[in-house]
């Protein structure tokens, strides 16, 4: 080994001293200039998710956002209203359970202005790979298409209700449909007053 | 030898292209991490090294977690917590105590090359096998029906130990061949 430094108290404590100066300087700098990316990759999942599940509409439902507090779920629901020409087309809800297989299963779900759900889009999940993650199939989601919640019941065949579940993961599918089920009861809580919004 | 770091690897290897994707983080970081420690060798005094190449390594997986979020997040998504344990992967400290802080710049950068290059081939192709048989794909390009019966099993973390198995008896079948 070539040159290297004596072990002495200063020796090691200024080496330190500038390794980790150097490292938090490049952090830092890195850090600026990812920010602004970062932040647009966020919005630009949120719209393209708010794309696939609302019908179409010319106001920016990211600016019109509404948070309404809920009794079920921690942190308070998101609720997206879509207009077209000024009048109320449906609305995007984020729906959420923590009843997951793995916890967290986070979904939007679209409604029409009538409160049929148009489809849903699956954001956070942590489910067992080929199983609970079929959830994001077409083959699942399909069945929610075009149904209205007030006569489609959301809870699994199992329990009494409507939904298919997936083989193998009945917990993950009733999750999804006790998601879907707040979204909706939040979006008729509030279909009203996101109806005025723009009046 | 030929199995270092492969352990906190095993959870992100459910496809080809999460395999790959793990694979050239690391390779990323292996390489800057012995560029550097080759370079900064003779100003750290012996008793200090190891951290010293920790704040490294640990640098440099910082920045590449901050760079996929801002630039692939659905990749960063799919590795998650993985990424930053890249700090630990016992492969990129290991070349680096063993190689860089012994050799100069220019072999240090082959070596983390070689090791770098032969850690992303051994995920993407653990990474295939898996997706192949766990999910009937490859590259998210599927070639069964989407509700077809696969091999679960192989997308799950025991799948990993199996086809790792699997795939070392076949290496060391080939390796005493040739030797």
Known sequence: MMGKKKDTFLNMTLSLIGITLVAGLSLGYVNDLTVGPKAKAKLEKKLNALKLVLPEFDNSPVEDIQMVKSSVVKDSVEIYPAFHKNSFVGAAVIGSTEKGFSGLIKIMVGFAANGDMLTIEVLEQKETPGLGTKIKNDSFIDQFRGKNPETYNLKVKKDGGDVDALTGATITSRAFGEAAQLAYEEFEKNKESLKSLKN | ?179
């Open chain 2, 1 to 179: 030898m030929m199995l270092l770091g492969m352990c906190p690897t095993l959870g992100v290897t459910s496809s080809a292209f999460n395999g790959l994707g793990m694979g050239v983080a690391t390779l990323f970081v292996l390489l800057m991490s012995n560029i550097v420690v080759s370079l900064v060798k003779s100003q750290i005094p012996g008793k200090v090294r190891i951290p010293a190449f920790i704040i490294i390594i640990a640098s440099f997986v910082t920045i590449v977690e901050m760079v996929l979020e801002a630039f692939i997040p659905f990749l960063y998504e799919q590795l998650g917590i993985f990424i930053p344990l890249i700090v630990v992967n016992c492969l990129i400290l290991g070349r680096a105590e063993a190689f860089a802080s012994k050799n100069n710049i220019l072999s240090s950068i082959l070596d983390a090359l070689g090791m770098g290059l032969g850690f992303v081939i051994a995920l993407t192709l653990l990474g295939a096998v898996r997706e192949i048989l766990g999910s009937g794909s490859i590259f998210e390009f599927r070639f069964v029906s989407e509700n077809a019966n696969t091999f679960i099993l192989f997308i799950l973390p025991p799948g990993a130990f199996i086809a790792l198995a699997y795939l070392s008896v076949l290496f060391n079948k080939i390796s005493t061949k040739t030797t």
